[in-house]
């Protein structure tokens, strides 16, 4: 199994930034890809970023140009660097792993006021 540690989340005003971090932990070798998605107040989740072990990354259209996510191979971590951040950003952020198995994090709040 994997298990997957976020990070990160908190309340920013809008136009500042935050990082998130997913470690992970378990049979990493299990994982092809991970990614964070997003849940908003009674919204379904959906994916924010995501990126393969050769490093290849995707986007949603919403985050395209304000959002980064790399890896961390050496530590088994992802980050989710979030810039020009909306109030509409708000939501609980999940991270994701791939692969043998699908695994989830517990979910950080971010939190965006305007």
């Known amino acids: 199994q994997v298990q997957l540690v976020e990070s990160g989340g908190g309340l920013v005003q809008a136009g500042g930034s935050l990082r998130l971090s997913c470690a992970a932990s378990?049979?990493?070798?299990?994982?092809?890809?991970m990614g964070w998605y997003r849940q908003a107040p009674g919204k379904q989740r959906e994916l924010v970023a995501s990126?393969?072990?050769?490093?290849?990354?995707n986007y949603a259209d919403s985050v395209e140009g304000r959002f980064t996510i790399s890896r961390d191979n050496a530590k088994n971590t992802v980050h989710l660097q979030m810039n020009s951040l909306k109030a509409e950003d708000t939501a609980v952020y999940y991270c994701?792993?791939?692969?043998?198995?699908?695994?989830w994090g517990q979910g950080t709040q971010v939190t965006v006021s305007s």
């Open positions: 378990g049979i990493i070798f299990s994982i092809n890809r």
């Open positions: 994701n792993a791939g692969g043998w198995y699908n695994s």
């Open positions: 990126i393969t072990n050769d490093g290849s990354t």
